[in-house]
């Protein structure tokens, strides 16, 4: 069994939908397809969600009517026998009659979730219509009857496999198995989601749990590149990562993988594709536990950063102090991600800051606190890196930007820089001309 995923672009129109159904063709075996919705109708539910708390019903109705016709002519364009069609369409307004219910009750969490994947919901049954009026034999599945994912940072794959096989077990035997990305049932049984982005996440669940041999996640871009191309020119794809180098950079904000995506497939080493729906012809990326070369591969970005700097020339080195601070942290499950020391000083990163206020207030009591917010960390990714001898070009760029705090040696993978995000841009090109466009040759030894 294989598990591919089609990201949000590549069933964003008729022609990219087409575009599937053909690289679908291509491949034999038994494959699971995890979908997202079509590009941008997540982000119109959520703007929906937001018109519910505002009780705002008129932009409710029309955000609904949009949708309806988005939807609809999608299925017009692609299913042409008329039973499918109108089956298709009745299954669209009901998911959509479902919304504009909701939107008249109370908001909650599960509220949120239920209307915002229901973009997942109306595309995977408008792709199975259209895989049959193709003549492609499938099924299509309820993901919120298998998804039962209660810990999101570590996922109970075992009981999704469980629940996946009793949910195809009374179906007709069919090689290809359609169903949603991003949604997922809560250790409440609550309709919860992955977060934005997640359907990544989906597909390596859904792997691991089916013991796939391979997932492919299909998207616009041909492969991983070695730096964020929204902000870099002359990046590239890279032709292997290894687990950990990925999850590195998915982790540190490449937005092309969703954070957690390649936890589930390390623990069973299933191989990861990354390709571009739009040349499927590309070697695209392959991310797995065989690494053939090593040095610098690439760097990522990662926003929504605070630096907390504990001053205290009190007792910061004194035994004991570390494990104080660690444990403020520890009680507001707040996860750490950089830190530096100094005799009378600590500094440390956190992405999450719902509990910064209480994280505070406990800390005041060990010395002078600063707090520094909208920074970005930049993540430098390679096998062996910091034996890579042109990997000290990048101190150069001290003499450039205003680096906050730099993490080196924690691994031999990583070397971690903290900047003020107003100089994200400039640092990420930066670092480009200095370890890529420089660099005549690898230089590693
Ligand atoms: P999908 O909708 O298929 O999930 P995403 O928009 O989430 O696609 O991810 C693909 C996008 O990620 C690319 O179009 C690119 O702009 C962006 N991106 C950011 N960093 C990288 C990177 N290192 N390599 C490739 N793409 C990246
Ligand atoms: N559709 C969801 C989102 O836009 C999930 C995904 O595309 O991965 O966040
Ligand atoms: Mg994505």
Not at 47 to 54: C, N, V, Y
Not at 68 to 93: C, G, R, Y
Not at 140 to 153: D, I, Q
Not at 415 to 420: E, G, K, M, N
Request: aromatic residues 8%; glycine residues 6%.
């Amino acid at each position: 069994m294989k598990v591919l995923k089609f990201g949000g672009t590549s069933v964003g129109s008729v022609e990219s939908i087409r575009n599937v159904k053909n690289i679908l063709a291509k491949g034999s075996g038994k494959k699971v397809l995890v979908l997202s919705a079509m590009a941008g109708v997540t982000n119109k539910l959520v703007e929906i969600t937001d018109f519910i708390k505002a009780e705002n019903y008129s932009a409710i109705n029309s955000i609904i009517a949009e949708l309806k016709i988005k939807h609809e002519s999608t299925i017009d364009a692609l299913i042409d026998q008329p039973v499918l069609n109108s089956q298709a369409k009745d299954f669209i307004n009901n998911v959509l009659q479902n919304i504009q219910d909701l939107s008249h009750t109370k908001y909650s969490e599960s509220l949120y979730a239920e209307v915002v994947t229901t973009g997942e919901t109306m595309l995977t049954y408008i792709f199975s219509n259209f895989l049959t009026n193709s003549g492609f034999q499938n099924n299509f599945l309820n993901a919120k009857e298998f998804m039962k994912v209660s810990n999101l940072e570590n996922p109970d794959t075992d009981l999704v496999g469980k629940l996946f096989e009793k949910n195809i077990a009374h179906l007709e035997p069919a090689d290809i198995y359609i169903t949603q990305g991003f949604v997922r049932i809560d250790g409440q049984n609550s309709i919860s989601t992955l977060k934005r982005g997640g359907s990544d996440y989906s597909a390596t669940i859904l792997a691991a749990a089916v013991q796939a041999e391979e997932v492919q996640i299909w998207t616009d871009i041909d492969g991983f590149h070695n730096n964020d191309p929204r902000y870099v020119e002359n990046t590239h794809a890279i032709a292997e990562l290894s687990f950990e180098e990925a999850a590195e950079l998915a982790y540190f904000g490449a937005k092309i993988l969703h954070p957690q995506t390649i936890s589930p497939v390390i623990k069973r080493q299933i191989p990861l594709f990354l390709k571009n729906t739009f040349t499927p012809e590309l070697p695209g990326t392959k991310i797995s536990a065989e690494i053939h070369s090593r040095g610098l591969k690439a760097i990522s970005a990662k926003d929504g950063i605070t630096a907390i700097k504990i001053k205290s020339n009190r007792m910061l080195m004194a035994h004991g102090f570390l494990k104080k601070i660690f444990e403020v942290f520890d009680k507001y499950e707040t996860a750490i991600d950089m830190i530096t020391t100094s005799e009378i000083a600590i500094s440390l990163t956190i992405d999450d800051d719902r509990n910064l206020k209480e994280i505070l207030e406990e800390l005041i009591a060990y010395g002078e606190i600063t707090v520094e917010k909208e920074h970005s960390i930049i993540c430098i990714v390679g096998e062996g890196l910091i034996e890579d001898k042109s990997t000290s070009r990048l101190f150069e760029l001290l003499n450039e930007i205003p680096v906050r705090m730099i993490s080196y040696g924690g691994s031999d993978n990583n070397i971690s820089l903290l900047v003020d995000t107003k100089n994200k841009i400039q640092t990420l090109q930066g670092l480009n001309r200095k370890l890529f466009e420089d660099r005549a040759i690898p230089q590693f030894v």
